[in-house]
């Protein structure tokens, strides 16, 4: 019995440490998924988390700027400046009327300040309805074009 | 032709079905000759399915835009060869294409052991049926590949109608990998199945001893190693098409890939404890349930759309078919464990920390410990959205933080395990065994941070690595040494035919190697370099030691695509080496531009370089060049670990067939093989 005491001692000091480590990692990388009416009603320390806030690009608002894009995200009649800031080019499905997804912080002012642009057009591979049923998305696929901002991920 | 295709998957459904029900009825009453029929019934499963994919393959390559998976997943301009594996481009096929990869598994397990095991068999038989069951109704009546497009006529009945070309393939799926990506990783998914039925028919059927546990660990190595093959070739494919300089993204569905493989990999060590020492029952029935089931979910994961990934896009009610059937499992698991547990007693208690058993036990923690944490990293913003309503995503860093400490603790346990003796391993042992390892892995490190390495994971990493493999040399050395004194043998020479007696330990000896290999590549990127620069003809950025020199942009176009070209020349050292075509395909059927990486591959690192597209302020091209270290060792590691696991699997050689030249076959003669010649001595298997 001796020998099953040490190994629970021992499993107990694993498991503690890594949910700790775990604890760490979680703070310092969650990220809100917020529509763009629940934004407004955000207040205190929710206004200053990291986030990910989609909607359609409103169309003729693509601003190309020195050093970053501006757009009008819109869901729902409500509306989201945006300044992209990133400095990876846009994904080519960027486009007026397109499907975005923009991660980022919210400055002072409301503005929207997203490191990472990731953009869905209306693909061919949607089912037209009434066409295919449910054509599904393929395993490896996607029109959603990934733009890590920020260089380095491993 | 599509009736016929249908066909055959309703016909393959209900041989199902008989396989299932014959199968129970079978065992209920001893009746042996309704026993052999549901397992011919099995058989047949595999003939129908084979059918039906063939039929759908033949409208792939008859251009058949009539129906509707075909059109949406093809196109005339198509090249042959992914029109072959555009079969699991989409929901439907990849669905068929599992049951079908499935029915392969029965198949062959059917087969081999159709003779024997006649009071384990019959149960493991209807659990497979059951599974088989689960896919044939969701190709049949859920995800059927063979509907076909109608549109209504002038007098609202539906008429077939075709398209004139398809939609085309994903163009992130032309690529050669995605045609074995895709096989492997179902392989592996579908070939956990067979264990999964071995253990749920030992627990029910109360067979006696461990012998399950023989048939189960080389199809769990079978499917293990298919899982590896394709995590591997989906993180290459990830690396080498998607064009963001790195090969995992701890993406919901690369990690639905990941979690079965870990508790697979568990399954493969604790098994040795239930082997050697009668310990652990309960823990691997569990261990194999819990494989299953976390395929089931990666399936789910992957074809739901629970959560959003780059890979599972559609939000598709294909899910709830598949929470059913995870639920189903679990409750039948569960029952079989129950009714049975006191048939999982275990024989024999942890006597020392410092043992085999406790190395195994650590090591079935941590690699637990690492799949829940990994899982609930994915499932978080699921989880979060049920507790509190707002719905929180948790990003690599949380991935990296739990797991690489565990990788760094499992690749220690790597070294240290296979030496320790099982029960208790004293002091002397210890100091035998481990200092001249220990002693170069530290030396390394020293010198390593003395020349400046400094990034702390990536520096225990590499101690570790140069401690396993000492270690691993180490084994070799000494076991083949006995032999070459003893036999007169060179050593080399006797190191092979060391591992041929033994070759489930010496296999594994290799595997760990290969697990050092991927682990060092993975320890490089720590080291990653990356630059992106807008540049016009004759611009020059710099990376490392190299200089890229833009040469020209030009514009290729064929019909299945139209690209734009960068030409740039490598200067490494200052030294002209090489030239690089980096390239933006559009593709035409698909309207969908897609980047194509140019990498310059070399064991110390990959210049890696990605025509990025245009600056959106200037217009002009924008450039993205990263330099990775290692990157090469990852890819290399994926080989030796399927050479190591193939070796493994081999049935271990009788010492007295090497010793002597086999006798030349000539007709009449007996073969070889069959006249054993000599003293035959069996490797013992009381090392392993």
Redesign the interface.
Known sequence: ?K??G??LV??GI??V??AS??Y???T???????TISELSALQGGALRQRM?VSGNVRTGTIE???GS?NFVLEEQGKALNVSYIG????P??FKDGAQALVEGRLSSDGHFIAEQVQA?CA???E?NP???????????????T?V?AG???? | MDIFGSFALILALLVAVYAFVAGIVGILTRRPLLTRSAANAGMAVFLLVTLAVASLEYFFFTDNFSM??V???SNRALPAFYKFAAL?????G?LLFWSWLLSIYVFFTLLVNRNKHPELMPYAGVVMAGVQIFFLVLNNFV?SPF?V?A?PDAAGAWRLTAIGDG??L?P??QYPE?VI??PMLYLGYTGFTIPFAFALAALLGRYPGEKWIHITRRWTMIAWCFQSIGILL?AH?AYAV?G???Y??WDP?ENASLVPWITGTAFLHSVMMQEKRGMLKVWNVWLVFTTFMLCILGTLL??S?VVSS?????Q?S?GNWFVGFLALTFVVCFWAYWMNRDYLRSDN?????V?RE?SF??NN??LL?GCF?VL?GTLF?VISEWVSG?????????????NV??AL?LLFLTGVGPLLAWRKTSLDALKRNFAWPLAGGVLTGVVAAIFGFREIYSLICLILSVFVTLTIVAEFYRGARVIAARDGTNLLAAMGELTMRNTRRYGGYIVHFAIVLIFIG?AG??F?Q?I?KEMGVGDTISIGRYSILCQNFDRVANNNFESERATLEIFRDGRSVMMLYPERRFFL?????ETMVAVQSTPRHDLYVVY??????TGRP?I?AYLNPLVKWIWFGGIVLVLGTGLAMLPNRRAALVLRPAPKKSWGEAPSGASPVGVVARASDAHD
Not at chain 1, 151 to 154: A, I, M, P
């Open positions: 019995m020998a099953r040490k190994f021992g499993s694993i498991v440490t890594l480590l775990a760490v990692g979680f310092q990388s969650k990220t809100y998924y917020h990910r190309r700027l020195v894009v400095r990876d080019p846009l080519d499905t869905k693909s061919k591979y089912a009434g066409e295919a049923p449910a054509v599904a998305r393929p395993a490896q696929s996607s029109s959603l990934r890590p260089g380095r991920q491993s | 509707a998976y059109a949406a997943h699991w481009a989409g929901q439907e990849s995800a509907n497009l549109s939609h085309g994903n992130l799926l995605m990506h895709p989906g494919w998607l963001w300089g790195g995992w993204a569905v992957t074809r759309g780059v890979h599972a896009f559609a598709s294909i208690q942890l006597d020392s920390l043992s406790s036990l650590f923690l941590v410990a944490a609930w913003p707002s719905k929180i995503s948790v990003g690599p860093p949380f991935f990296n933080k739990v400490p565990i603790f993975i990127s720590a990653n990356d992106q059927a698909s309207q969908v531009t990025a597209g245009r600056s959106p302020e924008v993205h």
